[in-house]
Protein backbone atom coordinates (compact mmCIF):
# COMPACT_ATOMS: atom_id res chain seq x y z
CA UNK A 1 0.00 0.00 0.00
CA UNK A 2 0.83 3.60 -0.55
CA UNK A 3 2.48 5.51 2.18
CA UNK A 4 1.58 9.07 -0.35
CA UNK A 5 -1.22 10.32 2.61
CA UNK A 6 -4.36 11.17 1.46
CA UNK A 7 -5.13 14.86 1.62
CA UNK A 8 -7.75 15.75 4.36
CA UNK A 9 -10.66 18.74 3.74
CA UNK A 10 -8.87 20.25 6.34
CA UNK A 11 -5.61 20.42 5.03
CA UNK A 12 -7.53 21.66 1.67
CA UNK A 13 -9.32 24.44 3.72
CA UNK A 14 -5.55 25.54 5.44
CA UNK A 15 -3.84 25.70 2.04
CA UNK A 16 -6.54 27.75 0.69
CA UNK A 17 -6.85 29.80 2.93
CA UNK A 18 -2.33 30.03 2.71
CA UNK A 19 -2.63 31.29 -1.05
CA UNK A 20 -5.44 33.27 -0.33
CA UNK A 21 -3.49 35.18 2.16
CA UNK A 22 0.03 35.24 -0.01
CA UNK A 23 -1.82 36.45 -2.74
CA UNK A 24 -2.75 39.60 -0.75
CA UNK A 25 0.64 40.20 0.00
CA UNK A 26 2.43 42.74 -1.88
CA UNK A 27 4.70 40.79 -3.03
CA UNK A 28 2.49 37.60 -4.18
CA UNK A 29 4.03 35.64 -1.53
CA UNK A 30 7.84 35.28 -3.28
CA UNK A 31 8.81 35.70 -0.27
CA UNK A 32 7.46 32.81 1.11
CA UNK A 33 7.65 30.68 -2.46
CA UNK A 34 10.98 31.61 -2.36
CA UNK A 35 11.92 29.76 1.09
CA UNK A 36 10.00 26.95 0.02
CA UNK A 37 12.11 26.54 -3.18
CA UNK A 38 15.38 26.94 -1.35
CA UNK A 39 13.86 23.59 1.08
CA UNK A 40 12.50 21.80 -1.31
CA UNK A 41 15.86 21.62 -3.37
CA UNK A 42 17.60 20.79 0.36
CA UNK A 43 14.93 17.56 1.09
CA UNK A 44 14.05 16.58 -2.49
CA UNK A 45 16.90 17.24 -4.53
CA UNK A 46 15.96 14.83 -7.55
CA UNK A 47 12.79 15.73 -7.62
CA UNK A 48 13.70 19.07 -8.13
CA UNK A 49 15.71 18.12 -11.02
CA UNK A 50 12.80 16.26 -12.60
CA UNK A 51 10.58 19.24 -12.20
CA UNK A 52 12.97 21.92 -13.56
CA UNK A 53 14.02 19.26 -16.35
CA UNK A 54 9.83 19.41 -17.39
CA UNK A 55 9.71 23.48 -16.66
CA UNK A 56 11.85 23.52 -19.47
CA UNK A 57 9.73 22.20 -22.13
CA UNK A 58 7.40 24.70 -21.46
CA UNK A 59 7.29 27.61 -23.96
CA UNK A 60 6.23 30.90 -21.97
CA UNK A 61 6.85 31.85 -18.38
CA UNK A 62 3.11 31.64 -17.21
CA UNK A 63 3.26 27.76 -18.42
CA UNK A 64 6.47 27.68 -16.22
CA UNK A 65 4.61 29.40 -13.31
CA UNK A 66 1.51 27.58 -13.66
CA UNK A 67 3.57 24.21 -13.55
CA UNK A 68 5.59 25.11 -10.78
CA UNK A 69 2.68 26.61 -8.84
CA UNK A 70 1.53 22.86 -9.33
CA UNK A 71 4.20 21.21 -7.69
CA UNK A 72 3.93 23.98 -4.96
CA UNK A 73 0.38 23.40 -3.91
CA UNK A 74 0.82 19.22 -3.98
CA UNK A 75 4.06 19.07 -2.26
CA UNK A 76 2.63 21.10 0.32
CA UNK A 77 -0.53 19.69 0.84
CA UNK A 78 0.81 16.18 1.29
CA UNK A 79 3.66 17.18 3.14
CA UNK A 80 1.38 18.92 5.43
CA UNK A 81 -1.19 16.03 5.85
CA UNK A 82 1.87 13.66 6.77
CA UNK A 83 2.47 15.99 9.65
CA UNK A 84 -1.03 16.19 10.43
CA UNK A 85 -1.29 12.09 10.41
CA UNK A 86 1.71 11.53 12.81
CA UNK A 87 0.90 14.19 15.08
CA UNK A 88 -3.01 12.42 15.17
CA UNK A 89 -0.84 9.30 15.58
CA UNK A 90 1.23 10.46 18.39
CA UNK A 91 -1.79 11.58 20.02
CA UNK A 92 -3.47 8.69 19.68
CA UNK A 93 -6.16 10.06 17.79
Known sequence: MSKIPVVKKEIYYSLKKTVQEMSRKPDGGIVELGKFWAEFKKEQPHL?????REMK???????KAAFAHG???AYV???SQEEADEMNEDWGI
Open 71 to 73: VWI
Open 57 to 63: GFKTEKL
Open 48 to 52: VKIVV
Open 77 to 79: ALK
